[in-house]
């Protein structure tokens, strides 16, 4: 069965633009009977990354100490829900002009050498391949377009970290301007209702 894994990663939870649109849209995507298997970052945030987990994934499984395997168990987990999806929901908000770090550790655990890529003759190989990626990116001021296009690092990091694992097809939702008063967050929300609705129809 087709499935889509949406990724959250707001520490504000119910209020959270970004989680709200990313849960509408996934829901859309989903109408055809395609199964969501939602990943709250927010709500149940990811162990950065340390020592033992570091050294764990670079050994064979048979090698590894116990500390070392219960390191990598929860990646292993994140992994294979990455590779069953054929759509993928990620949702950040803009904070310092990049993602949240909930969504960082995320990527953390998921990029693993011989998992989601690998490195070849040719160079790096994504091997998370044949998805369909939705980045749901909300911010308080305006980022698309105007002077502060060039501050917006999320949305490029975003693109790259996703090439590097064989996710091309990807298509950005942005909720901007949410700081400019309650004129401006509805017309942004009406303007996101929208596109939903083209992205629910293409796809």
């Known amino acids: 069965m087709s499935s889509i894994l949406l990724v959250t990663s707001s ?60 390191a990598a168990v929860l990646s292993d987990v994140l992994v294979d829900e990455l590779l069953a999806a054929d759509t993928v929901v990620i949702a950040t908000g803009l904070i310092n002009f990049n993602i949240y770090s909930t969504l960082k550790s995320w990527i953390d655990h998921v990029a693993r050498s011989g998992k989601t890529f690998r490195y070849t003759q040719n160079g790096p190989e994504g091997l998370a391949t044949g998805k369909k990626v939705y980045l749901v990116v909300a911010s308080d001021g305006i980022y698309s377009q105007g002077p502060a296009t060039a501050m917006n690092h999320a949305i490029p990091y975003l693109r790259t970290i996703l090439a590097f694992l064989g996710m091309t097809d990807v298509e950005v939702v942005q909720v901007e301007g949410l700081a400019f008063g309650e004129e401006a967050v509805d017309k942004a929300m009406a303007d996101v209702q929208e596109r939903i609705s083209e992205l629910a129809r293409a796809a």
């Open 11 to 70: 520490p504000r939870g119910e209020t959270s633009r970004s989680t709200k649109v990313a849960r509408e849209l996934a829901d859309a995507l989903a109408a055809g009977g395609k199964a969501v298997v939602r990943r709250d970052l927010g709500a149940n945030p990811l162990p950065h990354i340390d020592a033992v987990f570091t050294s764990a994934i670079r050994k064979p499984v048979e090698s590894r100490s116990e500390a070392e395997a219960a």
